[in-house]
């Protein structure tokens, strides 16, 4: 049974820095994409970020981009966001995922979510 377990989620201003961290079981981690999405009320899903099971490749949606860092760390399981200046529009619940496709760019191509962690910006 394959388990992401988002964690980092909170209350910021706008502005500020914070790092988003989820740890997978139940899979061999090493083969598998991950990748961040967001949904804010009443939106969709969307995608954020995602990396290649090799850590060498990356994608970013273009409103991430230049703010937002995707990493991970295979000999822990773990897949983490950096995000840096952050904005109100950051607003949203963040949930981990992971895929045997690559890229990974859209929901469809995600076999597996986490729970979801909250970030709210504030103004």
């Known amino acids: 049974q394959v388990q992401l377990i988002e964690s980092g989620g909170g209350l910021v201003q706008t502005g500020d820095s914070l790092r988003l961290s989820c740890v997978a079981s139940?899979?061999?981690?090493?083969?598998?994409?991950m990748g961040w999405f967001r949904q804010a009320p009443e939106k969709e899903r969307e995608f954020v970020a995602s990396?290649?099971?090799?850590?060498?490749?990356?994608y970013y949606a273009d409103s991430v981009k230049g703010r937002f860092n995707i990493s991970r760390d295979n000999a822990k399981n773990t897949v983490y966001l950096q995000m840096s200046k952050l904005k109100p529009e950051d607003t949203a619940t963040y949930y981990c995922?992971?895929?045997?496709?690559?890229?990974?760019?859209?929901?469809?191509?995600?076999?597996?979510w986490g729970q979801g962690t909250l970030i709210t910006v504030s103004s």
């Open positions: 990396v290649r099971w090799t850590g060498g490749n990356t």
């Open positions: 995922a992971a895929s045997g496709t690559w890229p990974l760019l859209r929901t469809s191509y995600v076999g597996d």
């Open positions: 139940g899979l061999t981690f090493s083969s598998y994409s």
